[in-house]
């Protein structure tokens, strides 16, 4: 069993990872200040050692210094919370394996502790010279044989999906206008590239334009260019997006969220395809198809006063409306193996499926993120993942949890009789839920508070329905201490 020394002067972290390290099979010893470090290695040595920057009594560098007389080789990882490039290069140049930032997620720290120690047996073997070769820093090794799917989308089986198809293939030879609607995530995007890529204009540029990203005070310069010196910053001349996609297809993702006043100088470049830079006094003539996306109706936004009612009218020449996930429940699987696939192409991994609980979490999970949100949760589960299949361990808290926190699955625009558990391809086992509360090795009054820290944050998800802003509110913490606190519990503590 491979040894671990943890130097750090915050119990409650040494605790964690203590926990989390011997459960990943490795002996562990933990030590709070540096000197009783160095004192421990003086009679022992760790095969690795892991060690916060700011200690009590010493910094990182003197302990890597010291650590470095005593054994060269070991590999030594740094804990910082000034992730600022010329610490992490210091670091490095003095021997250091690697950094790691705080908050510190245990996924992250195992793939770089698992690398150091590859690393530091490969120097005492001898090397092919294709092993040799200097590697990206932070890639995964790559297995042979694993391709990426040839398809970057993919559409689904349903019958709402194969009536999408049959729109597309109807409307794509022309040059008609299109609205997509569908919530955030459900693959607006891969419809506007499927329409481009099956239309006359498939050799000339796809422009996608996320309309939600860009600033009031710049979005004229980004849609329509600029000429030199029209505002101040103008050094040069810029082509803007709609310039650049001149003879294929712009897609104007979240259309409702553009500037009012952009909407008016939109409406001539639909109407009359042309457009003038800022700053500029000649028109360019444009050919140019326009596909446009929204997660809201137009003709709302345009009786609320958001969206021009002309320039409505002027996209409204053919409308897409795409169904989230939850409502197509029996993709889910299909959309999370081609995700799957593609991850392992991107990590050198040969995971071959998921478990029947995670197939069943994901059936039953209303995926309110949509593709997008499923695509992370794999991802991330991916890189969790050692075994052969995914098991429901390397899912998300809110994933596992979400029917226990009284996450909401009900959806206004959804049918109120819909059972995703029915509409699944097969039945799978159900899943048996690990307890929430984490299992603790010792009855300390540390302990303790750690365990009722954890009550009050699974309480305040409880009466804030999961809306993290909420619960953070209800805590007096800001939302990004309440995010990294879930994940330390979920992970440290193997949820």
């Given at each position: ?24 099979h490795f002996e562990v010893t933990e030590m709070y200040n540096g000197k009783k470090a160095l004192e421990f290695m003086s009679q022992q040595k ?98 042979q044989g694993i391709e990426p799917p040839k398809e970057k989308y993919i559409f689904g089986n349903t019958p709402e999906m194969k009536n999408i ?331």
């Amino acid at each position: 069993m491979q040894k671990i020394l943890v130097i750090d002067d915050d119990r409650d972290m040494c605790m964690l990872l203590n926990r989390f390290l011997t459960r990943q099979h490795f002996e562990v010893t933990e030590m709070y200040n540096g000197k009783k470090a160095l004192e421990f290695m003086s009679q022992q040595k760790p095969d690795l050692v892991l060690c916060d920057f700011r200690l009590e009594d010493m910094d990182g560098k003197q302990v890597l210094t010291k650590t470095r007389e005593m054994y060269p080789g070991i590999p030594f990882i740094v804990i910082t919370g000034y992730s600022d490039v010329k610490l992490a290069v210091e670091i490095l140049k003095m021997g250091a394996y690697d950094y790691v930032t705080k908050p510190v997620f245990p996924d992250e720290i195992l793939i770089t502790i698992r690398k150091a120690l590859d690393a530091a047996s490969r120097n005492h073997v001898p090397q092919s010279s294709e092993e040799s070769k200097p590697s990206i820093p932070g890639a995964l090794p790559r297995r042979q044989g694993i391709e990426p799917p040839k398809e970057k989308y993919i559409f689904g089986n349903t019958p709402e999906m194969k009536n999408i198809l049959k729109q597309i293939e109807l409307v794509s030879p022309t040059n008609y206008s299109v609205i997509i609607y569908g919530e955030s995530g459900s693959g607006k995007e891969a419809i506007a590239s499927k329409i481009h890529e099956q239309s006359k204009r498939k050799d000339k540029p796809f422009i996608a334009i996320d309309c939600g990203a860009m600033s009031k005070e710049l979005a004229a310069s980004e849609l329509f260019g600029h000429e030199k010196g029209s505002f101040t910053g103008a050094l040069n001349q810029k082509v803007g997006s709609l310039e650049l996609a001149n003879g294929g297809t712009v897609f104007l993702d979240e259309i409702a969220n553009l500037p009012y006043d952009i909407q008016v100088s939109l409406l001539r470049v639909v109407q009359e395809r042309k457009i003038r830079r800022v700053g500029g006094n000649k028109d360019i003539e444009l050919d140019l198809r326009i596909i446009v996306a929204s997660n809201e109706k137009l003709w709302d936004a345009a009786r609320n006063g958001k969206f021009r009612e002309d320039l409505y009218h002027r996209f409204n020449e053919f409308s897409i409306n795409l169904p989230p996930l939850r409502e197509r429940a029996e993709d889910i699987l299909l959309y999370a193996r081609h995700f799957l696939a593609l991850t392992n192409a991107e990590l050198g991994k040969g995971i071959s499926d998921f478990s029947r609980e995670v197939q069943q979490v994901f059936i039953q999970y209303p995926w309110f993120g949509n593709l997008r949100e499923l695509k992370n949760v794999v991802k991330r589960a991916a890189l969790l993942t050692d075994g052969e299949f995914v098991e429901v361990q390397a899912l998300p808290f809110e994933i596992i949890y979400h029917d226990k926190l009284n996450f909401s699955t009900q959806v206004p625009d959804s049918p109120s009789n819909f059972n995703m558990y029915q509409a699944a391809p097969e039945a799978v086992a159900p899943v048996q839920a690990a307890p929430l509360k984490p299992v603790l090795n010792d009855l300390s009054l540390k302990s303790a508070s750690i365990d009722a820290e954890y009550e009050m944050i699974v309480e305040a998800l409880k009466q804030s329905n999961f809306n993290k802003t909420k619960a953070a509110r209800l805590l007096n913490i800001d939302r990004k201490t309440l995010y990294n606190k879930m994940k330390q519990y979920q992970q440290f503590n193997n949820l």
